[in-house]
């Protein structure tokens, strides 16, 4: 394998790993404040419809996004209305969101575009183009650096360059603002959160809500910058993949950046078999490139290798004692 | 002192949940710009107006009875088992191993031996996480969403590269001998006048779903098992004081429930297609979670709503066949009723509480 | 005169048809230290969650220093300068004390200041009362006296002058306690008003310099401490002269039941809880295990009831019994004559939504006579039930209705029914009257003696040093996993065994346990590594 086949592999990881990336700090954000959500899957697919939809039949990719956004916040509200309102089952909310997300999709996209759940294609400004980073043309030649930089750093539309930036922006929420002092709080104690006079309702609904901003980023990348318009489940299994990265980075920003990547890597990998076989000499199975990230996750959960801790309040709704 | 009589905790509140789906669900309807009362005629003309509808109520109702009473009995050992998806799709392939490469003399034999081919592997799809959760601690629910998409990879794998017959482009396994072919209700209720169940796929492996509602019945509620899954699922605390092992109950009861779900793959490939098909499962371990929340992990509730969504599937079919409601329609639906039964709960619950609170004060 | 600093008048509140709080109208004057005492469940924290703002009063009006004050909420509580530390502590274990303190009372929206600034006052507070913590410590690497003092600066932080604690001493050893004590008589120098939650008598006569009383919801009366005597104040607390004592006849101890020798027992944690123990119980004695709770008593029922591992030997009757492993499981002990009587009979001793008859079965539910074949023999075992709950006067005596329907007494009364009358050999029992009303006490301590002089053999656990000195033949005291010294109860005061139960011993084996204390680390070192 060259160097230029190389860049290209790694260049197609970084595409396919944005939307995890995305979709894992959503999660982040939701399970630190105590919040499992397993319907980061469904969020994604209704902004990824959203946004086609709209950036289709406005033009404009930016209204196209804010959709997105707008119908990942309502599917977050619904979930912050079971799981903290009214102190349902978390994983049950998160199941039902994704089918229903799953359902309306394709009965609203039958409705409005009549092609089968799909949109149609989009183009022009209906899609985030790739975004060419200054000198990359003139840095070109230079060897090593210059390829690195062209093929690999520059080229990637917006939100690849907003995922990747959410990244430090996550840490020093996290552990250098009063906010993230507090959501990391709420998610291991939210008892301590409600004596020293916060809501820990507010807080809660705000990282749920997070969340929703954040799938509806990610959605709204698969529909108009990876792809070029919704087709019916395109999501395939991304949300899913997002929650295994997160358990995978132990609930970190940081670890969360390079989880997702290796996934991505997989990924990318399914898409050239080929090139495994040159590096390794073995025919490994695509089926099986696209189960490692489940299969890894579990080996992780298991703690075979290290334990992945959740935050201590997961899951549970709060309830204040007598 | 109970805020509220039994019997509306049972019957109530999932009936209210389902009115609540259904009224948004015919909002649903009237948006896409259908008559929501024409839609609910045509879907009880083509589910339960004529045998042959039946015949297909009756079809989805045996996939959800099963899958029903595995999220059910997993639900009783307090674990959320989300992974019926793919232990059917496992218990599948365990029919298509035990169909194809076994010469089978008779129908009922190869039942018997496929049920068992069936319940195996779908029990160790399910024993896998449970040991996980039981000895490593690792969540179950995160655990069995990984194995179906690991049973996915698995599935598609063999399909493509093991169990595909040479010449063939389809994902699919050859199709079933003869001799293992289940009867229909057409075959078991025509008379020499009267043709019934034309053409539904409705099978024998119906009669397995209700044995199955009545052994999940007395397993649960009158064996010593079924007392320690209950006591283990309400409290681990005290289950551990009483000497009921947490390992022992968390895995044989996902193994009840593996079994289960894998034994709906029964009906739909040796009932209906005969061969094994890619996606045969078509999301019934998902609907499962929905019958066993609105049955109240009761088996006779799981039975009455496995019928309910098996004519939803019939109903919904019609409606995609008729109009331009599309089939996803029932995925709405259901998502509705997990939501209302499962999720928000509180939301039907707490009202209801206060008027039975108020009519109580009433009394004294 | 000056106003006082609290003021609550006509004080209702009610949880559906429970009335918790009937009427209630306190004042408590600046800068004293003002008791509410009374018996468990008799409203007292119901009161002060009013007070803090967690639930809202049906009728009534709090002053605070004078002012007419609504408290929605811990916001409004805190506004007006109350603060609270409750019995749990609402801590977040993997923060540093500084975190905890600054949590929700932040500079602005950036943590560095608020972190340089808290550690500032900190120290100053530190000087001021004694209240010295690490302040970049983890919670979870603090013990639960320094615990209890970052709950104590949370307050103050927020510059807090009426401290409210909730049964503050009951994680405490003595020693701690008395640690406590002189900060609050510190922080009243100061000018603090406090007001002290609990229902041991003796830290009212203490510390206190006036005391409600409080049983069940109403304040039966706000008394002078030094007006009153501990007599008169129980007295109020239950209604009626309490029998202290128990009648009873002196022993007459037969042959060994149970030997332990040299237990160990490491929890989930991995921290080793019990270091080393030797204790022999004899047929027809009451051994009783005194401490304050977290000693090691929990984990010593727990291996003994076959639900946690230990390490040692542990004979039954002269038979070694299985520590780990398959035969360590309650199901092996009830097998070989042990009954066991858990300290939470809601987590441990019954499944609160079973019925009654379902629980009169558990732990025992594999036994052949409740077996009809394949399935269970339901309709003997609910007339069996029946007969139970008839003999131990649980009431009401309806077998079919859930455990959790009942009061605590009564479900400690099935629990009871349930191991006693399967004659065991040795009965293991924890708290046996912790949450249970007083009538229903007395009925538990007679049942408990006359198991005694049937010749069973009864290791008695409790917390309540009354309890453990009126029922046992024999007293040991536990401190931090080992037993501090033997006292028979007519040889020995609450005073001794106070200071046995803050590991203050003249005996020189004392010393001792520092070595032997450095060998287990080590073990325990090893198998860490394992």
């Known amino acids: ?322 | 002192m109970e805020k509220m009589p039994h019997w509306a905790d049972i019957v109530l509140i999932p009936l209210i949940s389902l009115i609540l789906a259904a009224m948004l669900s015919a909002l649903v309807i009237l948006a896409i710009g259908e008559s929501p009362v024409d839609a609910f005629n045509l879907m009880v003309q083509g589910a339960l107006m004529r045998s042959a509808g039946w015949g297909y109520t009756l079809y989805y109702a045996t996939n959800f009875m099963f899958t029903g009473l595995a999220v059910a009995v997993a639900f009783h050992a307090r674990m959320f088992n989300i992974g019926g998806e793919g232990q059917a799709m496992l218990g599948g392939l365990g029919v298509a191993y035990v169909c194809l490469f076994i010469p089978w003399p008779h129908w009922s034999l190869a039942l018997i031996g496929a049920s068992l081919g069936a319940a195996m592997f779908g029990a160790l799809w399910a024993v896998i996480p449970a040991y996980l959760q039981a000895k490593r601690g690792s969540h179950i629910v995160i655990t069995t969403i990984m194995f179906n998409f690991i049973a996915a990879a698995l599935l598609n794998y063999f399909l493509v590269n093991v169990l595909r017959p040479p010449r063939s482009m389809d994902p699919a396994t050859a199709t079933f001998p003869e001799a293992t072919h289940l009867p229909s209700f057409r075959d078991m209720f025509s008379t020499a006048e009267t043709i019934m169940f034309r053409g539904a796929p409705a099978n024998v492996t119906f009669f397995i779903a209700v044995a199955a509602c009545v052994l999940v019945w007395f397993l649960i509620w009158r064996t010593k098992l079924g007392y320690e899954i209950r006591a283990f699922g309400h409290s681990e605390t005290a289950a551990k004081y009483a000497g009921i092992s947490p390992v022992k109950i968390t895995v044989i009861s996902m193994v009840i429930s593996g079994a289960l779900a894998g034994m709906m793959s029964i009906n739909t490939t040796m009932g209906e297609s005969e061969r094994l098909v890619l996606n045969s499962t078509e999301g019934a371990g998902f609907i499962g979670i929905a019958v066993a929340l609105m049955g109240r992990s009761h088996p006779f509730g799981v039975f009455l709503a496995a019928i309910l969504f098996g004519f939803l599937y019939q109903g919904g079919a019609e409606l995609a066949l008729w109009t331009n409601i599309p089939r996803e329609l029932i995925v709405v639906i259901q998502a509705l009723v997990i939501l209302f039964t499962g999720a928000l709960d509180n939301m039907v619950r707490m009202p209801l509480e206060k008027i039975f609170l108020a009519f109580r004060k009433g009394d004294a | 005169m000056t106003a006082p600093a609290i003021e609550l008048k006509g004080i209702s509140k009610a949880f559906g048809p429970v009335q918790a709080n009937k009427d209630i109208s306190i004042s408590v004057q600046p800068g004293t230290i003002h008791g509410i005492i009374g018996e468990n469940g008799a409203g007292k924290s119901t009161l002060m969650s009013i007070l803090y703002g967690f639930y809202k009063a049906d009728k009534g009006e709090i002053f605070i220093k004078g002012d007419k004050t609504q408290i929605p909420d811990s916001q409004a509580a805190i506004a007006a300068g109350i603060g609270m530390v409750f019995q749990h502590f609402k801590l977040v274990e993997n923060f540093t004390v500084l975190e905890n303190i600054i949590l929700g009372a932040e500079e602005g929206r950036l943590l560095r200041p608020s972190l340089a600034k808290a550690r500032r006052t900190l120290s100053h507070l530190a000087e001021e009362y004694e209240l010295n913590v690490d302040p970049d410590a983890l919670i979870e690497n603090l013990s639960v006296g320094h615990q209890q003092r970052v709950e104590i600066l949370k307050a103050l932080y927020r510059q807090a002058d009426i401290l409210i604690l909730d049964e503050p001493t009951g994680v405490l050893t003595p020693a701690e306690a008395d640690q406590l004590f002189r900060i609050l008589d510190r922080l009243r120098e100061e000018g603090k008003t406090i007001v002290l939650i609990t229902h041991k008598l003796r830290e009212i006569m203490e510390i206190t310099d006036t005391v409600s009383v409080m049983r069940r919801g109403e304040m039966t009366a706000t008394v002078k401490t030094s007006e009153t005597s501990p007599e008169h104040l129980a007295e109020l607390m239950v209604g009626r002269k309490v029998l202290l004592r128990v009648d009873k006849k002196s022993a007459s101890p037969g042959d060994v039941v149970l030997e332990v020798e040299g237990l160990r027992v490491i929890d989930d944690k991995g921290v080793l809880r019990v270091k080393g123990i030797d204790l022999t119980v004899r047929a027809g004695e009451i051994l009783g295990i005194a401490g304050v709770a977290g000693n090691g008593q929990s984990e010593l029922l727990e291996v003994l009831g076959g639900f946690a591992d230990g390490k040692g030997n542990i004979r039954i009757n002269g038979e070694e019994l299985d520590l780990t492993g398959k035969y360590s499981d309650g199901q092996s002990r009830r097998a070989r004559g042990i009954a066991h009587v858990p300290e939470d009979r809601q987590r441990e001793g019954l499944i609160m939504e079973y019925t009654a008859w379902e629980n009169t079965i558990f732990g025992y539910h594999l036994d052949p006579t409740y077996q009809k074949g394949i399935l269970m023999d339901n309709v003997g075992i609910q007339a069996e039930a029946q007969a139970k709950m008839e003999r131990f006067d649980v009431r009401p005596p309806h077998p079919k209705l859930a455990a959790k329907n009942f009061s605590g007494g009564n479900q400690q009364k099935i629990v009871l029914a349930r191991e006693i009358e399967r004659n065991p050999d040795l009965l293991l029992i924890g708290q046996p009257t912790r949450g249970v009303d007083i009538g229903a006490i007395e009925f538990i301590h007679q049942q408990i003696i006359s198991l005694r002089d049937q010749g069973k053999a009864i290791l008695l656990v409790s917390v309540e040093l009354e309890e453990i000195l009126s029922l046992s033949d024999r007293i040991a005291v536990m401190f931090d996993g080992h037993i501090m010294g033997e006292r028979m109860p007519d040889q020995t005061d609450e005073k001794e065994l106070g200071l046995l139960m803050a590991g203050v011993t003249q005996e020189p084996a004392a010393a001792d346990y520092k070595v032997v204390d450095q060998q287990f680390a080590l073990q325990d070192q090893e198998l860490g590594g394992a």
């Open chain 1, 1 to 322: 394998m060259d160097f230029l086949t190389l860049l290209q592999l790694l260049d197609t990881t970084v595409r396919l790993a944005t939307p995890l990336l995305l979709a894992c700090l959503a999660g982040l954000y939701s399970e630190r404040a105590g919040i499992f959500d397993i319907g980061l899957e469904g969020k994604m697919l209704a902004a990824a419809f959203f946004s086609a939809a709209f950036a289709y039949s406005t033009g404009s990719v930016w209204l196209g996004l804010l959709a997105g956004i707008g119908v990942s916040l309502v599917l977050s509200g619904i979930h912050g209305l079971a799981s903290i309102t009214f102190r349902g089952n978390q994983l049950i909310s998160g199941l039902a969101i994704t089918m229903l997300a799953g359902g309306m999709t394709v009965l609203i996209a039958q409705d409005w575009f009549k092609q089968g759940g799909r949109t149609p294609q989009l183009e022009g400004a209906a899609r985030f183009e790739p975004i060419t980073l200054p000198f990359a043309e003139t840095l070109r030649e230079v060897p090593f650096i210059g390829p690195l930089y062209y093929e690999l750093i520059s080229g990637h539309p917006i939100l690849v360059y907003i995922a990747f930036a959410l990244v430090p922006l996550t840490w020093w929420i996290l552990f250098r603002t009063r906010f993230g002092l507090r959501l990391r709080a709420v998610g291991e104690n939210p008892a301590s959160v409600d004596t020293a006079g916060v809501s820990v309702v507010a807080l809660r609904y705000s990282a749920v809500m997070i969340c929703g901003v954040l799938c509806g980023l990610a959605g709204a990348y698969l529909a108009t910058a990876l792809q070029a318009g919704f087709v019916k489940d395109m999501t395939a299994g991304r949300g899913y993949i997002a929650l295994a990265a997160l358990i995978f980075a132990k609930w970190r920003p940081w670890y969360a950046l390079w989880a997702t990547l290796l996934f991505g890597l997989f990924q990318a990998l399914e898409l050239r078999p080929d090139l495994i076989q040159q590096v390794i000499g073995v025919k490994v199975q695509v089926q099986l490139l696209g189960a490692l990230p489940y299969i890894l996750t579990v080996v992780i959960l298991a703690g075979f290798v290290g334990k992945a801790i959740p935050p201590r309040a997961g899951g549970e709704p709060y309830v204040k004692e007598r």
